[in-house]
């Protein structure tokens, strides 16, 4: 069975990001004309006065001071928010095939590839701008890529799950490389007025080659080792955004149709599931936890990640150890332990591993275990 390597990686990255300061300005403007608007009803009792965001809370909540985002003018206009981005015709690269593409260039690139060494695309992320033509399809034809594309979704987990799916291609000679593309524009599904959540999410996308590795031929490259998936359904992370919604007008434009999540209860569930699911998938390899250079973990939460590595490591991670790139980017859902990894990998020696863990939405979690060749 062939042995598959990550052989390139590539990042887009918006050029506008928005500050706390900026974001709880917005935030607070709207909330005081909901509140002023509604005097009457919030003194009756039959509204609830909406309560002011801050700096503080949202950096003790989540440890974000930033976020990249597609569009920010729109998302900052209180009688607005959310972002101004013309609809494009059907002759017209798609937004999100556009990032894409720049994304996997950059892949393209480092990996020492071009489109005609790639056999398979892979979209992987948690929300499509379309539910069809795949958007793996136009970005192959984009890249004029021969082969074969498809989209998946298994929300924040989205990348490593691709990932898994890359490598069986690989080793079962399907493919020869594969494109895995995570395209995260979650303001989109952000609810900007929603004080518990206004401030989570961020937009980039991220790509990764994933190639036999008798024939990488790029500078660095990473030996997956092990990968473990894991999926138990849990209605605490949920988005009810479909083509559905048109049977029923009355939940058009409900708070349900956009991100929600219990967030106490996720974190409760969540990172002892994690930190076990990354342990055990250490020993399918035959590894311990000592041997393990570096974590990149999936960026929703500072305070998520900080327990995650200490219930790992049975100690505090050391500077370096689980790198944190969630405090200008925010969450960007699946692409988030794929920028750690891109941004946090070229310093590592020889023979160094690591572990790429997301978890989200589902409940799912993913692992990859990697080894610096």
């Known amino acids: 069975m062939k042995q598959a390597v990550i052989s390139g990686t590539g990042l887009f990255t918006p050029t506008q990001s928005i500050s ?9 403007a709207y909330a005081e004309q909901f509140n002023a608007d509604n005097a009457a009803a919030i003194d009756a009792g039959s509204v609830a006065a909406l309560e002011l965001s801050s700096v503080a809370f949202i950096e003790k909540a989540s440890g974000i001071k930033s976020r990249y985002v597609m569009e920010k003018a729109g998302i900052l206009d209180p009688s607005r928010m959310v972002s101004r981005i013309a609809e494009r015709g059907d002759d017209e690269l798609s937004l999100q095939a556009e990032i894409c593409v720049a994304a996997a260039k ?4 480092n990996a020492g590839r071009t489109a005609a060494d790639i056999d398979m695309v892979l979209v992987a992320c948690s929300n499509m701008q379309r539910g069809y033509p795949a958007m793996a399809v136009e970005v192959q034809g984009a890249l004029g890529i021969a082969g074969y594309g498809f989209d998946m979704n298994v929300a924040c987990s989205s990348a490593t799950f691709g990932i898994q799916t890359a490598v ?3 080793q079962s000679g399907q493919a020869r490389a594969v494109l895995v593309l995570n395209p995260e524009i979650t303001s989109g599904h952000l609810n900007w007025r929603d004080r518990d959540s206004h401030f989570i999410f961020g937009d980039a996308c991220t790509a990764i080659v994933v190639e036999a590795a008798d024939a990488a031929v790029s500078r660095q490259r990473f030996e997956i080792v092990e990968t473990k998936l894991k999926t138990s359904f849990s209605n605490s992370i949920r988005n009810n955004f479909g083509f559905l919604n048109r049977f029923d007008e009355a939940g058009i434009g409900q708070p349900d149709k956009l991100f929600r999540q219990q967030g106490r209860k996720v974190f409760k569930d969540v990172c002892p599931m ?10 399918g390899a035959g590894l311990e936890v000592a041997q393990v250079s ?29 790198p944190v790139i969630l405090d200008t980017y925010a969450n960007t859902s699946s692409a988030g332990s794929i920028i750690a990894f891109h941004k946090h990998k070229d310093d590592l020696a020889a023979g160094a591993l690591g572990v790429i863990c997301s978890f989200g939405a589902g409940y799912s979690i993913g692992c990859v275990v990697v080894r610096k060749l």
């Open 20 to 28: 706390n300061e900026e974001l709880v300005a917005s935030f607070n």
């Open 106 to 109: 950059q892949a393209l690139d």
């Open 168 to 170: 069986a291609a690989v």
């Open 274 to 283: 994690a930190a076990e699911m990354i342990k055990t998938t250490l020993a």
């Open 294 to 322: 570096r974590y990149w973990l999936h960026q929703a939460n500072l305070n998520m990640n900080l327990l995650i590595s200490r219930l790992v490591l049975g100690r505090d991670a050391e500077p370096g150890e689980a």
